[in-house]
Structure formats: structure tokens, C-alpha cells
């Protein structure tokens, strides 16, 4: 019913910046948060940023200051900006939504893209 399409993964060196995106389509009504997780090997997936329809952002510690999350509600899509990047940003970056379907008064909130690859190394 609603498909997210993360693009703009990569491989970069310390320092460098990527911009991930994530486009939201399906039987749509409205979109409330969305947000930006990630999972690095062997650990547990962490929330990166979130940013409600209104525009208020919240951040994980670690990426304040170096990550911007923001998005454009008449594309259905969240972005987010990496600079200064790490090699413990290294991970599968999953973008997350919270959705009113077309004829549900239900918000769900299990909707996940299929994942993008960043590495930082050198």
C-alpha cells in the first residue's frame, strides 16, 4: 500500500558529505513523522532523525551539529544531509514514515524503505 525508495547512499571518505532521500508513494492520504534510522553491523538499529510534518527535528546525539534532516510534503519526500562524515557513521541507512492511508483513519507507522549502503572510510 505505500512503498518507500531510499536513493543517494554511497561510499565516501572521512570528512565528506552524502545526501540520502527518500520518496514516499502508494495510497497515501497524508504523511505525519518521518525519520532516518540506521544499523551498523552487529548492532541494534538506532534512530538517526526525525522530523514531523510541521518541520520540528529532533537528532540523535551523535549526528548533531553534522546531519540535516528536512523534507518536502507535496513530493512525499525526507531527506537527509550528512557532512563531516565518519567511519562510525558507516551503516544500512533505512528511511521510516508515519502514514494516514486513503480511507483509514488509522496512522501507521511500519512503513520502511529497503535500505541504502553508507560507508566512510579511507
Known amino acids: 500500500q505505500v512503498q518507500l525508495v531510499e536513493s543517494g547512499g554511497g561510499s565516501v571518505q572521512p570528512g565528506g558529505s552524502l545526501r540520502l532521500s527518500c520518496a514516499a508513494s502508494?495510497?497515501?492520504?497524508?504523511?505525519?513523522?518521518m525519520g532516518w534510522y540506521r544499523q551498523a553491523p552487529g548492532k541494534q538499529r538506532e534512530l538517526v532523525a526525525s522530523?514531523?510534518?510541521?518541520?520540528?527535528?529532533n537528532y540523535a546525539d551523535s549526528v548533531k551539529g553534522r546531519f540535516t534532516i528536512s523534507r518536502d510534503n507535496a513530493k512525499n519526500t525526507v531527506y537527509l544531509q550528512m557532512n563531516s562524515l565518519k567511519p562510525e557513521d558507516t551503516a544500512v541507512y533505512y528511511c521510516?514514515?508515519?502514514?494516514?492511508?486513503?480511507?483509514?483513519?488509522?496512522?501507521?507507522?511500519?512503513?520502511w524503505g529497503q535500505g541504502t549502503q553508507v560507508t566512510v572510510s579511507s
Open positions: 521510516n514514515a508515519g502514514v494516514f492511508l486513503i480511507g483509514s483513519s488509522r496512522y501507521e507507522t511500519n512503513y
Open positions: 502508494g495510497s497515501i492520504f497524508s504523511i505525519g513523522a
Open positions: 522530523i514531523s510534518r510541521g518541520g520540528s527535528t
